[in-house]
């Protein structure tokens, strides 16, 4: 892995003749940013393997530690030991978030129970994503947050007692969600968050891990999770944490539309509240294989195996699945433009506050790529198949744009130039090495 793990802010792709490998990858980011968390919330030491290398772990790992979490780091192993709901300190400077939607919202849920002042912010990207999401439900328990225009990171929480509420959050987010649970455990009395789309459960299933009393039923609004509040947290001791889905969704889709491709993936974490790409992949004929199906740690795992496909039919995705695959929609539109038939995404308009604009960006490098594509404010539509054309388009300085695009470039014809390529490590440092090694034409520099 070593050629390709310097930055590189361009990368040039050829067309790909056989995509073939056998790995594993690193640890779900949703899932360590959680353990981290859960690790210090913890009474105890917990050790966690196979923890993200993305950037924006480390990110959460170094804020904690700003906090007084003491922690350990050797490659993907993080020894943690957790302070307890009481044992945060106040923080000397401003914790820095970096690119990191996830660290500085469920952050601040742990922050806004504190009884000190935390500053919390992270680079250009971050500065311009809404927190009001956020500002709202801990202002409603108690805290007191002020933001640039009451939406944009800094965000200067003053934390405090905190009060339980019952909360229905205006859009699907696993990270308002999260950050409330969070602040919840904080709270005088139970905390109720009501989902009328659900969205990734990780946190639920730790904090049961974590031996939390954790109330999850059903009505006519959606799910409600109650979390009793000042329940202390048992260390999560031996974690492994699953390999990322959405990074495997890089490869599996590069796999299925090379001309020969076989690749499979080692212990992927496959939650149905993560996992409907594959489900939409295989309803347009994409051959997606389940070995060795299992659980750890209340998350299911398995191995995917992914080949060579022709994709066909009409798929047409809206708002209940799109929580569950709308990280992946960058690299499912690639996927869309060799179908023999057509793709529409529509109820996606939360890609537009994500790390980049992602609607604009894949519209903007597709159409660059001679593609023709439909832009809707929530969603797209194309017709497939299209040939793709190489060309030099850019990352907008978003990981999953950068490498949704090297995906793009494998089915081109020509050379596809990717700029602000580094993005990758935001998520997968180790994106471009492990796609070369898959066969992929990967090359540093324009
Ligand atoms: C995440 C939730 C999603 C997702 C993000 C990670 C999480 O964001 O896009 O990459 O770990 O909870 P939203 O909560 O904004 O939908």
Same mark, same amino acid.
């Given at each position: 892995m070593s050629s390709f793990s310097t930055a590189a802010t361009t990368v040039s792709i050829a067309p790909a003749a056989r995509i073939f490998g056998d790995f594993r990858l690193p640890g779900d980011k949703s899932i360590s940013h959680r353990s981290a968390m859960f690790a210090a919330l913890g009474g105890g030491r917990s050790r966690i393997d196979n923890y993200s290398t993305a950037r924006d772990c480390q990110n959460t790992l170094d804020c904690l530690a700003a906090l007084g979490v003491k922690y350990q780091r050797q490659d993907s192993i993080v020894t943690i030991e957790g302070v307890g709901l009481d044992g945060f300190t106040e923080a000397r400077q401003t914790l820095d978030a970096g690119n990191s939607g996830t660290t500085i919202r469920l952050l601040s849920g742990i922050l806004a129970g504190q009884p000190f002042t935390t500053v919390i912010g992270g680079d250009e990207s971050l500065?311009?994503?809404?927190?009001?999401?956020?500002?709202?439900?801990?202002?409603?328990?108690?805290?007191?947050?002020?933001?640039r225009d009451g939406t944009y990171p800094p965000l200067r929480i003053n934390g405090g007692n905190l009060h339980a509420i019952e909360y229905r959050p205006p859009m699907a987010s696993a990270?308002?969600?999260?950050?409330?649970?969070?602040?919840? +455990?904080?709270?005088?009395?139970? %905390?109720?968050?009501?989902? !009328? %789309?659900? %969205?990734?459960?990780?946190?639920?299933?730790?904090?049961? =891990?974590?031996g939390a009393a954790l109330k999850i039923g059903h009505d006519e609004n959606g799910e409600r999770i109650t979390i009793p509040g000042r329940q202390p947290l048992a260390a999560l001791g031996n974690y492994t944490v699953a390999g990322d889905i959405s990074s495997s969704a890089f490869f599996l889709i590069a796999a299925l539309v090379a001309p020969e491709g076989e690749l499979r993936l080692q212990h992927i974490g496959v939650n149905p509240s993560r996992a409907a790409l594959i489900d939409v992949l295989t309803e347009m004929g994409g051959q997606i294989a389940i070995e060795n199906a299992r659980h750890a740690h &209340? =998350?299911?795992?398995?191995?995917?195996?992914?080949?060579? $496909?022709?994709?066909?039919?009409?798929?047409?995705?809206?708002?209940?699945?799109?929580?569950?695959l709308i990280d992946e929609i960058p690299v499912l539109a690639i996927a869309g433009?060799?179908?023999?038939?057509?793709?529409?995404?529509?109820?996606?308009?939360?890609?537009?506050?994500?790390e980049s604009d992602r609607i604009r960006a894949i519209v903007d490098n597709l159409r660059l790529m001679g593609v023709t594509i439909e832009e809707f404010?929530?969603?797209?539509? +194309?017709? &497939?198949?299209?040939?793709?054309?190489?060309?030099?388009?850019? $990352? *907008? &300085?978003?990981?999953?744009?950068?490498?949704?695009? $090297?995906? !793009?470039?494998?089915? !081109?014809?020509?050379? %596809?130039?990717?700029? &602000?390529?580094?993005?990758?490590?935001?998520? +997968?440092? =180790?994106? *471009?090495s492990l796609l070369s090694a898959a066969g992929a034409p990967v090359k +540093?520099? $324009?």
């Open positions: 500065s311009r994503r809404p927190m009001r999401r956020i500002i709202e439900p801990l202002t409603m328990m108690g805290a007191r947050i002020e933001a990270q308002v969600k999260t950050c409330v649970l969070l602040a919840g +455990l904080f709270a005088d009395g139970e %905390t109720t968050i009501i989902e !009328a %789309t659900p %969205t990734r459960n990780h946190t639920e299933i730790m904090l049961r =891990e974590s &209340g =998350e299911p795992v398995a191995d995917l195996v992914a080949r060579s $496909s022709s994709l066909t039919g009409k798929v047409e995705l809206s708002s209940g699945v799109i929580a569950n433009t060799q179908i023999d038939g057509s793709m529409t995404i529509r109820g996606a308009g939360e890609l537009r506050v994500k404010e929530d969603g797209f539509h +194309l017709d &497939g198949p299209q040939q793709l054309r190489g060309a030099r388009v850019n $990352s *907008y &300085g978003d990981h999953r744009i950068a490498m949704a695009f $090297s995906v !793009a470039g494998l089915i !081109a014809i020509g050379e %596809t130039v990717i700029d &602000g390529a580094d993005a990758a490590s935001v998520s +997968l440092p =180790e994106f *471009y +540093l520099g $324009s």
